[in-house]
């Protein structure tokens, strides 16, 4: 098993079965399994009562099927013997009098358990109780199958190093408190469900969003396989599903109706979810009294030789919500920044907002949030004090754009330049103006900061900050200077997210005649503008250019800070998800640069000031991050460098 980065690739095979007809059926299992093999999957699972056909009616109380069965079972162990994986089928297994719907698991001629299905629909379009008894009825824990003895019930855990899997049937789902519940507390990170469930209008839709919901219930990966094309249609018509999900996600899922048989393929993150359930410390926070006891079953796959592909998606934008999502997402993102600035702004009893204005996306966003905080407070725009704070490196574009969005906006526009200012300042320092260092950058973002500290004092007034996560993650800062403000409407909005709320409010918030203006502030590059403009009056600093791309960084502070990841393993996504777009250098260049910022810049998160969380990822030392400021970077940095 190819564990590298914390995957295992997993497997939902849909055979075309015949029904009552084992041989033929056995014939299309090993067939999936062997194509399986072939692509490195290393636990496959087959439909509920996947051997003889879920619909086999009365036929299940034959004893000739079930004798049937049990040597096709034994063949099958038999012909795959061989293959390095984990298989799960479904079957009818007879114990003394009874007959339970059932799930074997084996690898490679070794049969590890069989889990009998505990809850048996008896309504409606559904007769089970007719033909099997329910796996808590069971009266032995260890039964003979194919001439081994093997554990037997519904309390199995199979473990295998860092994957631990349970097994649940069908309608075990749907209940209350599924048995995959119980599995999930006793440390199943992997849920199997083998299904035979029918279609009905509305029903699959439903289906998808009880598996998204278990799945993040119990921070797991749910496979789930249905039995699908050859069931009998005499009564109901089963679609074949197979479906992926991890921690509320499906990450792939099959085609519904197809009349050929189907193996979907997922690399499942055994690593995300056993760090998250770590660090969600109410996870194991149980009743004492609850019964949840159960067997853990040691097995061992073997390894996995080759170099797979990795099956799933890797999104370049974790922060960045889908297309379908965008509207709703960015709305309820923009409401949560408004209803903290308002809360703030009744609490202090503060008479105006001020806000630097420069022509880029971050104040523009900033302001924006103003806007609607005033709008829904009725108080007058014009008590938001917008100061636009012309410097050395201004160019026509965005002070021009920072005019223009003010009026439009229809709030309060104070002009002040910092120049002369700074100028006295490098004077009294000795310093020589012409050298574009640190000293003369910093300056000029802390002498804007006193402006508008001073300009609230003078207004009785709140400083209003527009910095964002992207910008504190990498310590795009001056300490003391736009690092500081009263509150920080931005610090949890993500460079990479920052756009897209801007243009949706353009779209759905504001003004028309304001909409052009930020069309353009959209287009216009990132950067601090504390270098003098090139000579055709352009831009001169782009901050992507200094620090790198923000949708690299971005996607390294996710995957560092949300899911806990060592380099090795954001390198080895980062690649997937840039394929085409970064190369293999750019992109180490680039995370080393992260990761030694992001250390080293701890100080200037360690005093920012209030501000919103607004998604899963925040760096306030009050909320979610709290890290020492002079912690060493040394060992990721050291791994990063022996990639």
Known sequence: MNMNYGFIKVAAAVPVVKVADCFYNIQQMERLSREAAEKGVSIIAFPELSMTGYTCGDLFGQPFLLEQTEKTLQILI?????????????LPVAVGNKVYNAAVAFVQGKILGVAAKIYLPNYSEFYEARWFTSGRDAEVDTIELCGQQVPFGT????????????????????????????????????????????????????????????????MSAYLYVSAGFGESTTDVVLAGNGIVAENGSIIRESERFCFDQQLIIADVDIQRLEGMRRRT????????????????????????????????????????????????ICEEIFLIQVSGLAQRMNHTHSQTAVIGISGG???????????????????????????????????????????????????????ISIKDACLQHFKDLGIDSSVHDVTYENSQA?????????????????????????????????????????????????????????????????EKHAKEILLDILDTPISPELIPADTNGDIAQKTED????????????????????????????????????????????????????????????????????????SLSPRGDWRMPSDASAAVWLREIENL
Not at 78 to 90: D, R, S, Y
Not at 570 to 596: N, P, T
């Open 78 to 90: 038999e012909n795959t013997a061989e293959l390095p994986l984990l298989q799960v089928v479904g």
């Open 155 to 218: 309390d199995l855990i199979f473990e295998h190093k860092s994957v631990s899997f349970g097994i649940e049937i069908c309608e075990d789902l749907w209940v209350p408190i599924p048995p995959s519940s119980k599995q999930a507390l006793q440390g199943a990170n992997l849920l199997i469900n083998l299904s035979a469930s029918n279609e009905l209008v509305g029903k699959n839709t439903y289906l998808r969003k009880l598996i998204s919901q278990q799945s993040a219930r119990t």
């Open 281 to 328: 410390t109410t996870f194991l926070s149980l009743d004492k009294n609850l019964d949840l006891k159960c067997r853990h079953i040691p097995f061992s796959l073997p390894v996995t030789e080759g170099n797979y592909p990795l099956n799933r998606s890797v999104n370049p934008h974790p922060f960045v919500p889908s297309a379908k999502e965008m509207h709703e």
């Open 361 to 415: 996306l971050d104040s523009t966003l900033a302001l924006l949030v103003c806007v609607q905080t005033f709008d829904k407070l009725k108080i007058s725009r014009e008590r938001i004090v917008g100061v636009t704070m012309p410097g050395f490196g201004t160019t026509d574009r965005t002070y021009n754009n920072a005019i223009s969005l003010m009026k439009a906006l229809g709030i309060t526009i104070r002009e």
């Open 446 to 510: 802390r002498e804007r900061t006193q402006i508008l500290m001073d300009i609230a004092n003078q207004t009785n007034g709140m400083v209003i900050g527009t910095g964002d996560l992207s910008e504190l993650a990498l310590g795009w800062a001056t300490y003391n200077g736009d690092q500081m403000s009263m509150y920080g409407v931005n610090a949890s909005i993500p460079k990479t997210l920052v756009q897209y709320l801007v243009k949706w409010v353009a779209e759905h918030r504001i």
């Open 546 to 617: 200094l620090v790198g791309p923000y949708e690299l960084h971005d996607f390294f502070l996710y995957n560092f800070i949300h899911n806990g990841f060592a380099p090795r393993k954001i390198f080895y996504l980062a690649r997937y998800a840039f394929a085409g777009i970064h190369s293999d250098e750019v992109i180490k260049k680039w995370l080393h640069i992260f990761f030694r910022r992001f250390f080293a810049q701890q100080f200037k998160r360690s005093s920012m000031p209030d501000g919103p969380k607004v998604g899963s990822v």
